[in-house]
Structures are given as structure tokens and as C-alpha cells.
């Protein structure tokens, strides 16, 4: 999928969980015994989902995810690289490191704008 394809299916639009970071999908979907320690909700079935976004810096330039993930499995349904200037604002953000981060600041701030248009 790309932008536009995204922008387009308001079910899947609807269901993009904002707040969702990697390190909390993990608890939540992999970590089961200890969510309670999180204050995060419980995950009682492979039918709970959550749709959310990823930036993934382990390459030559960072790349977003879209992430369908439940008690199974995780599975990429878009990826998407950044324009320039958000590259540039992103990796000073996480001091050039390698990782995968949550859309947070200018990186959500430009997507917000880009699923809106």
C-alpha cells in the first residue's frame, strides 16, 4: 500500500492507533503475563488488532510501516520512505542510531498532514 491507498480505506483510516509505540505492541501482544504491570489493556483473542505506524532506521535511510499486528503475527501493509527534510529532523531526534521507533513528532506531524490531504 502507499499513502493515498490508505487515505483512501476509512475503515483502516479509522482504525490507525496513534499512540501505539513498538515497545507497547510488544507488551501487549507478546508479553502477555505482565500487562497488568503496564496499565495496558488485556489482549483475550487472535481477533484483537492493532493498526499503527513505525519507523524503521536499520537501513541506508529510515522507512515507515504501517503495522497490522495481533497475538499471531505482524504483518507490514505499507512502507513508505520519508522526504528529506523529515529524514533529517528524525535521525538527529534519535541521535543516528539504529532502531525502530515510534511516529513521533515532525515524523507524525507529516504523516497526520499527508493521510489528511
Given at each position: 500500500?502507499?499513502?493515498?491507498?490508505?487515505?483512501?480505506?476509512l475503515k483502516l483510516m479509522n482504525a490507525i492507533?496513534?499512540?501505539?509505540?513498538?515497545?507497547e505492541a510488544v507488551v501487549l501482544y507478546l508479553e502477555w503475563g505482565n500487562n497488568w504491570?503496564?496499565?495496558?489493556?488485556?489482549?483475550r483473542s487472535k481477533s484483537d488488532v492493532s493498526h499503527y505506524f513505525v519507523v524503521n532506521n536499520w537501513g541506508k535511510t529510515?522507512?515507515?510501516?504501517?503495522?497490522?499486528?495481533?497475538s499471531?503475527?505482524?504483518v507490514e501493509l505499507a512502507e513508505f520512505e520519508l522526504p528529506?527534510?523529515?529524514i533529517d529532523i528524525f535521525q538527529k531526534s534519535v541521535a543516528f542510531n539504529k532502531g525502530v521507533y515510534a511516529v513521533e513528532g515532525a515524523v507524525k506531524e507529516w504523516l497526520q498532514k499527508?493521510?489528511?490531504?
Open positions: 500500500m502507499k499513502l493515498n491507498d490508505i487515505r483512501k480505506d492507533d496513534w499512540q501505539m509505540t513498538p515497545e504491570a503496564h496499565g495496558i489493556n488485556l489482549i529510515p522507512i515507515v510501516y504501517l503495522i497490522r499486528r495481533n499471531e503475527e505482524a528529506d527534510k523529515i499527508e493521510l489528511m490531504n
